[in-house]
């Protein structure tokens, strides 16, 4: 019987497959049985360059998703008793999850049951969506002494603007969810933006900082986000 | 002759050298010329897998650096010449930084010019310091409608009790620079915080949630980050 392996939280990383850091596509080649988190992981997973090896040991999960936490975190339960009893038994296990585990990824429900039952887990991190759209529009996020905001929820257009107004670069995720507040300042203020919609999706992605095109995209979709900040001049 | 190759901005990630992407790996396998921006950024490069094949095609580069950047711009002006006279020859020029190139790196000075100057790039985005923090520490960083701060300047340690009584995350980057304001809202506020000194550096890195050693931490060191956020129960 093999030593128990920790359980590792694997981060795919955004805007290509390729963007996976050799560590975590090393934690998946080793894996006995690897948990894919939603459709978007496993398709990102069997693009890889040993992909359909990979998505043969792989399973895909699909996570009750609703502000009720309740079918979620009694799924998470499920998969950690699971989780456990493999390790147990001396398997590799790897949960894969897009982007990066740490950044607005469902799976640190499952990891804070590991880590309750005392389980041995590894978190591999990635790059977050984020960081990659801006990478993908050829440009840099923050430099010197300016400042990046993330927000997964926006109360209303005043916010948004009395950070822009300090120079703070902001970033909203879950861009769906508060689309009109974010179309309300696109439309009247004179902010620069990147615009990403299913990035790392080939048949899908849309990267635009067009001003018309952001406006006219109804409804947003959920994989979508938006980098909004103070114009700058480039030889800032 | 080749066809011009864009002259790519590669970043290495952060925390252990295979942190590094498979396709920011990829362009240094297949780059005729790496130029390294810094120490950290060579000896990060020479544990790669092929590190030393890469570290032969290596050139060091020591970017000026002080708070008047009238040096480190005309040092970047002559490096931006050279590399767009190595993309005119054909050649697969690669410029690598530490953590992520969009994220505090001073690389995008660099950028910018290459830009100006029309011609082709492409930035390979990395997992940023503070990610590979929290996954190190074996946390997340952010969950559902949570907000996450990066700064890589603070003015005052109200400004930094204002954001975490909102229930932000914060990061500070560049640490060093305010290390009195930080160590002030630490001692006398019960705030959670993650704490990383030279983050990747096996001989050198330190990370740490204990109060008493962060405090104790004289001076601190330019490679340094800590990340602070109220208190939270794990089955949040």
Redesign the interface.
Known sequence: MKAPQPIAIV?L?A??P??????A??KLQKADEIYCLGEAAHRILAA??EGSALAQRCQILEIPMSSDRTEAISYYEQLATRLMEQQGRGLACSVVTIG???????V?YL??RL??AGAK????????YY??A???F????????????????VFSSSQLREELSKGVTVVVMKLSRCADIVREVIAEDNYDFIYAEHLGNPDLELLTSDRDTFLSRQPIPYFSLIIIRPSRS??K
């Open positions: 981060s990383g805007a290509t390729e963007d996976i850091s050799i560590r596509y090393g890889l360059p990066d585990a740490g950044t607005y990824a469902t640190q990891a804070d880590r309750q887990i590894e978190i591999v991190p990635g790059i977050p960081i990659a801006a990478a993908a050829g440009e840099g996020l923050v430099r010197q002494d300016e400042s990046l905001l993330v927000l997964s929820k480039i030889s």
